[in-house]
């Protein structure tokens, strides 16, 4: 190794809070980062998309442009680095640089969960690396790990929280008890949640994280519409309040597994008994559980998200591409799926539910669910009354479940708006109450 | 990639219940791995101890030998898997494997922590690979991810629960209330404890695994013999039912940290903050926090051993080696530390005590007792006492301190042995009550 040889040269597409850290901190850290990797990088070109724009960092303006493409095949651009988020043009972009022989870095969910086998394949035909650490969990090692260091194993499970803030809105809920429009609003005050936070609470982004972990853990392809996903807005104070009087927590847990006839895919709200070490996980952390059939359970939990975390994932990444470009190594081009991930119909999974419904308070109600629930195959685990508004005449009962089958589950949900016990159908809610 | 080539030719050192694993595992696993890695890899020769023990694998006696330096440098081997344990023969073999040009993979934390930085050059120097990944934490990842996922960040603290034997011992005390001794019964009754558990319940099992993750984590050569430790044998089951009275928990803590004037590592019983994650690491497990500039905290946890597990750690080495012999890559040689630590001695640390002290059950013993604290510069953040025994005239006190510097702390349990107040001097436990 030689690290007088000159600096290897870095693309870097996006100068927002992450382009920032990334670049600054590649400045601050030049010379330990040079005696890491035998070679040292330097950020070439830069692309914004506003020349003008006021930055927390000073760059040369002689290295910035608009043009992203420009930057993604510039020859003295041997990595590019894409941190500008979003589908168009970051994906066009990492095409083009995988196109030109260039190595790339991507924090980019969105076009690894929508594009990512394409891309990889790109990579391995023209023989450089795409790494995408970032894309999931923020500064924690997990694609990383599950490529490599867990890779003699069969995943049977991952079990993930990594959408730090529905966590963070679900751990307030719980403690302060907190509405959900109270919890919404302490999240975009204190920057965790985006004036549209659409998709943070619908799943949506939970559900392109486990997209990607999910096709790297199975080796198929697994695309964000193979996901099934319920946000949790529908949730009430009281959920989180039963929860633990059942002896659980709500969490927002996107699951992928081995099911019986492909994969069971899906991000909802789930009640986790509370000794599970993901129901321990508070606030805007996020953690990922793997389940292989040699090693176990193992957890990865850290800070998912931030300009900081996400730093550190990008630039492990570039510097594994340097120190391999600096021992002579060209690439390690990537394994991609080629085959399409067969997904379980929701509708043919079994779980366990718990079910909050506010009925009549008179004799027979009981009975009369009891009955709607038998005729499905829905076996009662729990009945509990908790409260009941003697004005209105109503009473609050939450019923948990043995397993189910959700198709099932569904049909009783719709067969109970119309009995005449039930004054309103209230919530659902599934449980997960055994590992994989 | 080309997976009809030859396979990559293995030499087995030892066929223990982790050779055996490693073994049938990848039999069983044949044409999946060959189909990850790009290539095969096939067991070529095997060193045993004993050729006609019988063994849970059947094996074609023909590739047997009880010559371990013949596999290691047998022409047809291109890695050598050493799951023999101990220090010798098997860091003989390592080196002279090594020294042929073979690439290593080896599950022995007494060979890697007394001689892995050298073992490390060695391999540079022959442009070859020497991983080990099972070293530490069994399938947990912690190896890699110290060394490549988070490279970017400049560590300050490694804390870890690293020996399952013990966290298991402590676990049972403080649930069951059992006695050390009954608890080591109980563990050695299930196999995770050896009949000479020494090594484990001293602290120098954690030491030994601390000085390799310390040695990654600070680029400087961490011995063992720089650990300072404590193990576990001293802990009544009373110590377990106050700490839980404070707040806090028990466990074999592992520290490795960086201080004001060197670094800070050691291995002893430590009271944790109940909330602590670590703290929430039960039984056999193991865990790992790590502290970086970037990212933050991140926490790696999962079975710290077992064949299985270290099956999982040594075979994804042996894979990644095979992926980057099929990529056309003939090695991605190690980083090496080239300075030793400076570490600082224990006596200049300031750190948090908890003492359990037997005391004359008599007026003034507070004030006597608190003017030796006094004059030992230790001012007192709780006293408790906690139960005395009308005949013998004592009781029991527990005091915790402010952050106090070592050395003071042991001058002033040298002088509270001869204070007319004291009967017995008790325990002296330190207390983590801050993050790096």
């Given amino acids: 190794m030689d690290s007088a040889a000159p600096p290897i040269g870095v693309g870097l597409l996006g100068l927002g809070v992450v382009g920032q850290g990334v670049y600054s901190t590649l400045q601050q850290k030049r010379v330990y980062y040079t005696e890491r990797s035998g070679r040292g990088v330097a950020v070439r070109r830069i692309a914004v998309r506003d020349l003008d ?7 040369d303006p002689g290295i910035l442009t608009t043009d992203p493409l420009a930057v993604a095949t510039d020859p003295d651009v041997v990595v590019v680095v894409e941190v500008m988020g979003g589908f168009e043009p970051a994906g066009a972009c990492i095409r083009a640089a995988l196109e030109a022989g260039k190595h790339v870095v991507t924090a980019n969910k969105d076009v690894m969960a929508t594009a990512g086998p394409e891309l ?22 997990i694609i990383a790990p599950l490529k490599r260091d867990l890779q003699a194993n069969e995943i049977y499970a991952v079990q993930a929280i990594i959408n ?7 751990t ?44 790297l853990a199975f080796h198929v392809t697994v695309r964000p519409e193979d996901v099934y996903r319920e946000g949790i807005t ?47 996980v508070d606030g805007v952390l996020n953690a990922v559980a793997v389940d292989g059939d040699l090693v176990g359970r193992t957890l990865f939990e850290g800070p998912g998200a931030g300009p900081a975390p996400t730093t550190s994932a990008v630039i492990a990444d570039l510097l594994d591409i340097a120190y391999g470009i600096a021992a002579g190594q060209p690439a390690r081009p990537p394994r991609f799926p080629t085959t399409n991930a067969c997904v379980q119909p929701i509708g043919s999974l079994e779980m366990q539910y ?38 209105a005449g109503t009473a609050e009962i939450v019923i948990t479940t043995h397993d189910a089958l959700e198709a099932d589950c569904e049909r009783f949900l719709e067969q109970a708006m119309h009995l005449d016990a039930v004054v309103e159908p209230g919530i659902r809610l599934r449980i997960e109450s055994h590992r994989s």
């Fill in 172 to 215: 307030a809920m719980a403690r302060d008890g907190l509405t959900y429009d109270a919890a919404l609003a302490e999240a975009q005050r204190r920057g965790y949640a985006e004036p549209n936070p659409a998709n943070d609470v619908d799943g949506t982004d939970a559900a392109y994280k486990l997209a990607i972990l999910a096709t």
């Fill in 354 to 391: 718990y079910l909050r419904t506010l009925v009549r308070d008179r004799p027979g109600v009981l009975a009369e669910i009891g009955n709607a629930l038998a005729a499905n195959n829905i076996s009662i685990a729990s009945f509990l009354q908790m409260e009941a508004d003697a004005v």
């Fill in 164 to 170: 730090g803030t529905t966590n963070f809105m679900l």
């Fill in 120 to 141: 990889l394949k790109l990579a391995y035909e023209r023989n450089v690396e795409l790494l995408y650490e970032a894309s999931v969990g923020g500064g924690i090692p």
């Fill in 53 to 59: 724009r006021p930055r927390g960092v000073s760059v």
């Fill in 234 to 280: 529908e949730l009430a104070p009281k959920d989180f309040a039963y929860a633990k009087r059942l002896g659980y927590v709500v969490r927002l847990l996107a699951t992928a597994r081995r099911a019986a006839d492909g994969l069971d895919v899906r991000v909802h709200p789930t009640l986790l008994p509370e000794d599970d070490p993901l129901a321990k």
